[in-house]
């Protein structure tokens, strides 16, 4: 359908499969009514910034280390491609091309440094940054892939029943033929709280915290996997839609989302009484525990 937006931001866009001669300020052009096959069935789009300051996860932040976690667990899960919005606000914060080689031609790197600084305060904005970051990936690469979810790296899509490669390539599948007319696909939401616990064989995100929120759906604040060219307008957590497409969930036995907080709401600290009276252990850590083991051991290339 017609972009209402009408806006075609330009951004440094790196295709990882190209050489270091190629890396450019590029804008592709977003074509409505494409009828060629698109390039992926199922890609990500992601928006990161990893920064010494952040205190998520388990009070030390967010690094490198767990993205590359991400990125592993995700092309289990089946996803062909990763377009990835770096907002970076020091040089020193900027991924390193290098380090995302390590990964093979599936990554298109995005400069979106210039918009982090696009927010009221100078920085992060719901509209400005993550929002703008999801419609220039429409606008420019939608085109490319049938599928695409917006998840960000704190974020595990997990299946109830099933655990092998590929498994959300296949929810996404038996959803699509059972109900055509869908373009967005939501996950809904389960937090995963308290501090994670860490060790030498405990290393992965998905093995250092396996309590969760006690109600079934922690919020409405579900994510999406949508079909680039049914989406309109794009929005973080319910896209507007081209007119005759459909929003669903997934059945929340089939899919959700694991949302791995750890220990936010507890300001960072220890474990309490009262802070775990509010989680309790995953029954389904031991299905969770499948894919660890068959993502193998963690490590991180320089």
């Known amino acids: 359908c017609a972009d209402p937006v009408g806006r075609k931001d330009e951004a ?25 096959s698109p390039l992926y069935f199922l890609a990500a789009v992601m928006y990161v910034r990893i920064y010494d300051e952040d205190r998520g996860w388990d009070g030390h932040g967010w690094k490198r280390a767990h993205l590359k976690q991400w990125f592993e667990y995700m092309i ?36 979106w440094s210039e918009h982090q600084a696009l927010g009221k305060t100078g920085g992060f904005s719901l509209s400005a940054t993550l929002d703008a970051a999801y419609q220039h990936m429409l606008d420019h690469n939608g085109d490319q892939v049938h599928w695409l979810t917006m998840h960000d790296m704190d974020e595990y899509p997990f299946s109830l029943i099933d655990t092998d490669p590929m498994f959300l390539r296949r929810a996404v599948e038996k959803m699509e033929t059972q109900f055509p007319n869908a373009v967005e696909l939501s996950m809904r939401n389960v937090l995963f709280l308290g501090q994670p616990k860490t060790s030498v064989d405990n290393t992965r995100v998905i ?50 989302m694991n949302h791995y907080w750890g220990s936010r709401l507890q300001n960072w600290n220890a474990d309490t009484p009262e802070s775990l009276a509010t989680s309790m252990d995953d029954a389904q850590a031991s299905a969770m525990g499948v894919i660890s083991k068959a993502l193998g051991t963690v490590d991180d290339i320089p």
């Open 207 to 256: 093995d250092q915290l396996k309590r969760r929120d006690r109600n079934p759906v922690s919020n409405l604040l579900s994510k999406p996997i949508v079909k680039p060219l049914g989406v309109s307008r794009a929005r973080v957590h319910h896209n507007v839609l081209c007119e005759g497409g459909i929003s669903l969930d997934f059945p929340l036995e089939e899919l959700r």
């Open 12 to 36: 440094a866009v790196v295709d990882l499969g190209q050489s270091q001669d190629h890396f450019a300020k590029t804008v592709y052009s977003h074509q409505d009514n494409v009828t060629h």
């Open 76 to 111: 289990y899960s089946g996803v062909d491609h990763f377009y990835v919005y770096d907002a970076y606000q020091k040089p020193a914060e900027k991924l390193d091309h290098r380090w995302l080689k390590q990964f093979g031609d599936i990554i298109t790197y995005v400069d």
